[in-house]
């Protein structure tokens, strides 16, 4: 029996729990579809103990819940997800666990989406599900699946290899040789834990990236509502060169384009750890022979642990068909105006609406207040749509 909804939503992380919150703000009948058994897996089992948000607490922002007062600049990852638990509490969000999204294709005939969903509740009568919905909302966000490079001799390594979602914390490491393959802000954030905890850490710098630290992110967030971003960029790579300085000499390029315009992470540490020598960074790697590890400059060296910190790959085109005016075939934006995606809420790049009813939240990649802004304009959207109708 295929059910019938107006929206449905994919994905119950902080973009689809949101979506969701504005649509029940409205009063507009909706589901959210999680393949996971909780809210928000990313933070609540996949991150290290020490993460804490990168943007102070007022970028970081829910719709229609401020973080709480009592809360501090930078949140936990704990404190986080206290407050995305709250945030669904408050605004009776609910979402259907367990349910993995294997199709999504608009039916021409009716005008309305095809979802077709696998019920991975143990004890179900049935192994699918079918619906049918006259909006779709892709919230599956940006890190979705794991992504483990192909690594020539991977299979010889000896020791223990993990990505960094299954990294908890450094102190079982302390005196270990290890590596860290991916210098993006959770790969940083492990070398400083790792080196905190006495292991003693590398890390792979494949490209050119900015390095900013926490404040001078947070002057360009501020900025950039008010400011164009071409000069907000100019501002942030000379704060950046003043502040951080030279990280060419210690095997850091920095990219030719300025800081928002390229690749930036956020240090909370790790450079300075690098200066006094308790972190060595070392290029891209070349392959893996037993325990020694050789890199593209013919070095080599041994190690006890390897963690990858490679990153995601987004799920969407696995099981979404008909957006090729959203989303290209690996699941990203078609178009992606960065300014207009942080910078305010009247003047807002449609890189969130597709065709025929279809939307997207959370794919811009820059953070937790554009996709608040964007779960806001996609419920006042369909609001409009269905009023209209």
Same mark, same amino acid.
């Given at each position: 029996? @295929?059910?019938?909804?107006?929206?449905?939503? @994919?994905?119950?992380?902080?973009?689809?729990?949101?979506?969701?919150?504005?649509?029940?703000?409205?009063?507009?009948?909706?589901?959210?579809?999680?393949?996971?058994?909780?809210? #928000?897996?990313?933070?609540?089992?996949?991150?290290?103990?020490?993460?804490?948000?990168?943007?102070?607490?007022?970028?970081?922002?829910?719709?229609? /819940?401020?973080?709480?007062?009592?809360?501090?600049?930078?949140?936990?990852?704990?404190?986080?997800?206290?407050?995305?638990?709250?945030?669904?509490?408050?605004?009776?969000?609910?979402? /259907?666990?367990?349910?993995?999204?294997?199709?999504?294709?608009?039916?021409?005939?009716? %005008?309305?989406?095809?979802?077709? @969903?696998?019920? /991975?509740?143990?004890?179900?009568?049935?192994?699918?599900?079918?619906?049918?919905?006259?909006?779709?909302?892709?919230?599956?966000?940006?890190?979705?699946?794991?992504?483990?490079?192909?690594?020539?001799?991977? $299979?010889?390594?000896?020791?223990?290899?993990?990505?960094?979602?299954?990294? %908890?914390?450094?102190? +079982?490491?302390?005196?270990?040789?290890?590596?860290?393959?991916?210098?993006?802000?959770?790969?940083? $954030?492990?070398?400083?834990?790792?080196? &905190?905890?006495?292991?003693?850490?590398?890390?792979?710098?494949?490209?050119?990236?900015?390095?900013?630290?926490?404040?001078?992110?947070?002057?360009?967030?501020? /900025?950039?509502?008010?400011?164009?971003?071409?000069?907000?960029?100019?501002?942030?790579?000379?704060?950046?060169?003043?502040?951080?300085?030279?990280?060419?000499?210690?095997?850091?390029?920095?990219?030719?384009?300025?800081?928002?315009?390229? %690749?930036?992470?956020?240090?909370?540490?790790?450079?300075?750890?690098?200066?006094?020598?308790?972190?060595?960074?070392?290029?891209?790697? +070349?392959?893996?022979?037993?325990?020694?590890?050789?890199?593209?400059?013919?070095?080599?060296?041994?190690?006890?642990?390897?963690?990858?910190?490679?990153?995601?790959?987004?799920?969407?085109? %696995?099981?979404?068909?008909?957006?090729?005016?959203?989303?290209?075939?690996?699941?990203?934006?078609?178009?992606?105006?960065?300014? =207009?995606?942080?910078?305010?809420?009247?003047?807002?790049?449609?890189?969130?609406?597709? =065709? &025929?009813?279809?939307?997207?939240?959370?794919?811009?990649?820059?953070?937790?207040?554009? #996709?608040?802004?964007?779960?806001?304009?996609?419920?006042? $959207?369909?609001?409009?749509?269905?009023?209209?109708?």
């Amino acid at each position: 029996m @295929v059910k019938e909804e107006v929206v449905i939503i @994919v994905g119950a992380g902080p973009s689809g729990i949101s979506t969701s919150a504005c649509l029940n703000h409205l009063s507009i009948p909706n589901i959210v579809l999680e393949r996971d058994d909780c809210l #928000a897996s990313l933070w609540t089992k996949k991150c290290y103990d020490r993460l804490h948000l990168h943007v102070a607490k007022q970028f970081s922002n829910f719709p229609h /819940m401020p973080v709480p007062a009592d809360y501090p600049k930078y949140m936990s990852k704990d404190q986080f997800v206290q407050y995305v638990d709250n945030y669904a509490r408050q605004f009776n969000v609910k979402p /259907m666990y367990n349910r993995l999204v294997e199709l999504a294709t608009f039916d021409d005939t009716i %005008k309305k989406w095809y979802v077709k @969903v696998r019920n /991975m509740q143990q004890g179900t009568q049935y192994d699918f599900d079918e619906y049918v919905c006259k909006f779709l909302v892709v919230a599956t966000g940006q890190n979705t699946d794991v992504h483990i490079p192909e690594i020539e001799g991977l $299979d010889t390594f000896p020791g223990e290899v993990l990505h960094s979602t299954n990294y %908890k914390s450094a102190a +079982k490491y302390a005196n270990k040789h290890v590596l860290v393959l991916g210098s993006g802000n959770s790969g940083i $954030d492990i070398a400083l834990d790792l080196a &905190n905890f006495g292991a003693r850490t590398s890390i792979t710098v494949r490209n050119p990236v900015h390095i900013l630290n926490k404040e001078i992110l947070n002057i360009g967030l501020i /900025m950039i509502k008010h400011i164009p971003l071409k000069i907000v960029d100019v501002v942030l790579a000379i704060l950046s060169k003043l502040i951080v300085g030279d990280t060419t000499k210690y095997g850091i390029p920095r990219p030719n384009r300025n800081p928002f315009s390229s %690749k930036w992470i956020i240090d909370s540490g790790t450079l300075n750890k690098i200066k006094s020598g308790h972190i060595q960074v070392l290029p891209a790697l +070349k392959s893996i022979l037993g325990d020694y590890i050789e890199f593209v400059n013919g070095e080599s060296y041994q190690f006890d642990v390897l963690v990858l910190a490679t990153g995601f790959r987004r799920s969407a085109s %696995k099981w979404l068909q008909d957006s090729d005016y959203l989303l290209n075939e690996n699941g990203n934006l078609q178009r992606s105006e960065f300014h =207009n995606s942080w910078v305010s809420k009247t003047k807002f790049a449609n890189n969130w609406k597709g =065709n &025929n009813g279809l939307y997207c939240v959370g794919l811009c990649g820059r953070g937790i207040e554009p #996709a608040s802004i964007e779960s806001v304009k996609i419920a006042n $959207d369909i609001n409009f749509l269905l009023q209209n109708e």
